[in-house]
T-cell receptor, first 116, second 112 residues
């Protein structure tokens, strides 16, 4: 296992369609994060999981966005009824948090979404 | 509130040292990170420093932390063309479950 992998790397969709992105974290990592990044900006936090529990989802951009991590391993991020403003790169990251020890977060290569 | 600031651009000559600076406001920061992002790619963790450290060195990279001034810097020695990228500074702390607060990124431009 060499890192966080994301699929697909690129997605072009028509406005109004649903899209789903998948993330496979580093295998022993218990935390999984989703971020969004638009051109010229830093990453914007969306949500994160500790194992299968979604501990923070208030930053999801709207109720069209949802994420799951059903077995505490891979995760999916779904965007329903896509809008042009959803065009961005969606980044997944993972880390291993144990008690009060550190949190080094590793990112995948991202999934580019273009809504036309 | 929490804020991380970086200058947007830095231009250096190939072979010189690059120093990328970052300031942050949250004094409870636990970890401070530097990530590198090449065009169209994800974020590569370059290095990080725990808040009770002053300096960390890793090959060509040196991180300096001044907690009093809340200032973090990344020095890249002998800058190469492959170092051309956007460098993001980020902070996290235990109280916020280690969520990352990001700067806007510094674009490093290498002149031949």
């Amino acid at each position: 296992d060499t890192g966080v992998s994301q699929d697909p790397r690129h997605k072009i969709t028509k406005r109004g369609q649903n899209v789903t992105f998948r993330c496979d974290p580093i295998s022993e990592h218990n935390r999984l994060y989703w971020y969004r990044q638009t051109l010229g900006q830093g990453p914007e936090f969306l949500t994160y999981f500790q194992n299968e529990a979604q501990l923070e989802k208030s930053r999801l951009l709207s109720d069209r966005f949802s994420a799951e991590r059903p077995k505490g391993s891979f995760s999916t991020l779904e965007i329903q009824r896509t809008e042009q403003g959803d065009s961005a790169m969606y980044l997944c990251a993972s880390s291993l948090v144990q008690g009060e020890t550190g949190n080094t977060i590793y990112f995948g290569e991202g999934s580019w979404l273009t809504v036309v | 509130g929490e804020d991380v600031e970086q200058s947007l651009f830095l231009s250096v000559r190939e072979g010189d040292s690059s120093v990328i600076n970052c300031t942050y406001t949250d004094s409870s920061s636990t970890y401070l990170y530097w990530y590198k992002q090449e065009p169209g790619a994800g974020l590569q963790l370059l290095t990080y420093i725990f808040s009770n450290m002053d300096m960390k060195q890793d090959q060509r990279l040196t991180v300096l932390l001044n907690k009093k001034d809340k200032h973090l810097s990344l020095r890249i020695a002998d800058t190469q063309t492959g170092d051309s990228a956007i460098y993001f500074c980020a902070e996290s702390h235990m109280d916020s479950n280690y969520q990352l607060i990001w700067g806007a990124g510094t674009k490093l431009i290498i002149k031949p």
